[in-house]
């Protein structure tokens, strides 16, 4: 499963991406930190806040279809949460302001059935998003929950390079 998109995302790179095909071969197949079950859904979760159809497809076709279940949930809380709570920042409105503003109940309350992909996959997304409000909340979640440094900085590196396969697509 890693290994086939590891290659098809290599394999479509421009000539001279060595040190991007690198980066997704060691962040995808190489280093151990993140649960290999998660990687799927860290990439699948940030092709789809890049808006990438072609991201996701090639994803989402070597994705289980529970991580892809919790990525969908993840996708539609964080398309929500990240702009919200992020203009929310900016000035103190005096009203809303919480999940249940938002008639979003509390995480333990959905049905997810593993809350560290669910975590792993919000903060996936919320980096693309600039959503520094709940990227910070889930990146505690993470922590909290004994997650490794090395398994959050191996998900981030993930994220950073599929940020850059999406805008090299723009060139081809």
């Known amino acids: 499963m890693l290994n086939q998109l590891t290659e098809t995302l ?18 995808l197949m190489q280093e151990t ?9 860290v990439a699948l979760a940030a092709a789809c806040a890049l808006r990438n159809p072609t991201l996701v497809a090639t994803i989402r076709a070597v994705t289980p279809p529970q991580t892809q279940t919790i990525v969908r949930k ?3 809380r964080m398309g929500v949460t990240n702009p919200y709570f992020q203009v ?5 409105i005096g009203a ?3 999940l249940q503003a938002l008639a979003m109940p509390p995480l333990e309350d959905t049905d997810v059935a593993d809350e560290t992909a669910y975590h792993y996959y919000a903060v996936a997304i919320s980096a693309i998003n600039g959503g520094m409000p709940c990227y910070r909340s889930h990146l505690m979640d993470l922590l909290h929950s004994g997650q490794s440094s090395q398994a959050i900085d191996q998900a981030l590196r993930l994220v950073a390079a599929l940020h850059s396969v999406d805008q090299l697509q723009l060139l081809a």
Request: aromatic share 2%.
């Open 74 to 76: 993840a996708v539609e």
């Open 88 to 92: 929310r920042m900016v000035a103190e």
């Open 10 to 27: 290599i394999t479509g790179l421009p000539e001279g991406s060595d040190d991007l095909a690198t980066l997704l071969q060691r962040t």
């Open 33 to 41: 930190g993140l649960d290999e079950a998660y990687r799927c859904g």
């Open 96 to 98: 809303g302001g919480s």
